[in-house]
């Protein structure tokens, strides 16, 4: 049978076009949340972060969004290149003096040219 | 050039035997993290250190061992006692800040055979 977490949810898009990634995060109390990229056998690269005092947030062709309400958050990517191609980490901190970082399972980016 | 760096990149034991896990930054930040990595997943946190000298657990701790006696160095051993220890292994550090954007190395992809 099938074994639970080995596939990643995935996205293909074609050179050019514009990619949005999305992530459901936990915890309500949560006040700060970072994108990150991660290649194939690599650390996690910092893309974007963003505060729970705002709801949108751009970067050098990334904007995150942020929808409180329904604890939702996303990551999209204007013209996106093959060198976008890789697997994308939403993460959240609740804040306080947690100094934790809950990340989610990840979005598997396929940018074909 | 400031970075954090882990080593070695790849690593092979076998069933039964400690291995000692090595992570280093010289960004001169307070916190520092270890991460576990499956594939198709997501991170998880296995300890953390806010300052020299003291660490917590993480999520999932057991069968793993940390020292912090240098704001350079976290160590990560891995015992005999963890029983699923093949896996990819991230070190990162952060200003401490509630976990601000913290930095990830590289990684060590541990193998035991």
């Known amino acids: 049978g099938e074994s639970v977490g080995l596939h990643l949810p995935t996205l293909s898009v074609q050179e050019g076009d514009n990619s949005i990634i999305n992530c459901a995060y936990s915890n309500s109390a949560s006040d700060y949340f970072i994108w990150y990229k991660q290649e194939s056998g690599k650390g996690p690269q910092f893309i974007i972060d963003?505060?729970?005092?705002?709801d949108k947030r751009q970067g050098q062709r990334v904007t995150v969004l942020l929808n409180k309400t329904v604890k939702h958050l996303s990551l999209q990517i204007a013209a996106t290149q093959p060198g976008d191609s890789a697997v994308y980490f939403c993460a959240e901190n609740s804040g306080g003096s947690n100094y934790k970082l809950t990340f989610g399972k990840g979005t598997l980016l396929t940018v074909n040219p | 050039d400031g970075g954090i760096t882990q080593s070695p990149k790849y690593l092979f034991r076998k069933e039964g035997q400690n291995v000692t896990l090595s992570c280093e930054q010289n960004l001169n930040h307070d916190a520092m993290y270890w991460y576990r990595q499956d594939p198709g997943q997501g991170l998880r946190l296995i300890y953390y250190s806010q300052i020299v000298n003291d660490f917590q657990k993480g999520d999932i701790a057991e069968g793993y061992s940390v020292s912090r006696e240098k704001k350079e160095s976290f160590p990560l051993t891995v015992t005999s006692a963890q029983k699923n220890p093949t896996a990819f292994y991230l070190c990162?550090?952060?200003?401490?800040?509630?976990?601000?954007?913290?930095?990830f190395g590289q990684g060590t992809r541990l193998t035991v055979v």
């Open positions: 963003i505060r729970s005092n705002m």
């Open positions: 990162a550090s952060g200003t401490g800040q509630g976990a601000r954007s913290p930095f």
